[in-house]
């Protein structure tokens, strides 16, 4: 019974932060790259970063990069994306996957909406 569960999504006003958790169970965290994605209304799904099993790499997409961090603590089966800097830009839901060494989402979470609005 594979399982990622994301929250702390909401609402926040620009130039705000938030940070988005995802737990994980059944399978072994540890030994999986994960990542985040979002998607935006009437938008196509977007990769936003991720990060080795390990934790010692991190990616992104230029849209984010120096605003996000992606970081995990392996001890809690638990993935971390620390925002900062929103934008309205920034709106929608986000999602945490599970990825392959090829760098495919191959398990995914329901997502969690976060709005960036005055």
């Known amino acids: 019974q594979l399982q990622l569960v994301e929250s702390g999504g909401g609402l926040v006003q620009p130039g705000g932060s938030l940070r988005l958790s995802c737990a994980a169970s059944g399978f072994t965290f540890r030994i999986n790259a994960m990542a985040w994605y979002r998607q935006a209304p009437g938008k196509a799904r977007e990769w936003v970063g991720q990060?080795?099993?390990?934790?010692?790499?991190?990616l992104y997409a230029d849209s984010v990069k120096g605003r996000f961090t992606i970081s995990r603590d392996n001890t809690k089966n638990t993935l971390y994306l620390q925002m900062s800097s929103l934008l309205p830009e920034d709106t929608a839901v986000y999602y945490c996957?599970?990825?392959?060494?090829?760098?495919?989402?191959?398990?995914w979470g329901q997502g969690t909406q976060v709005t960036v609005s005055s």
């Open positions: 996957a599970r990825i392959t060494r090829s760098g495919e989402g191959n398990f």
């Open positions: 990060i080795t099993a390990g934790g010692g790499m991190t």
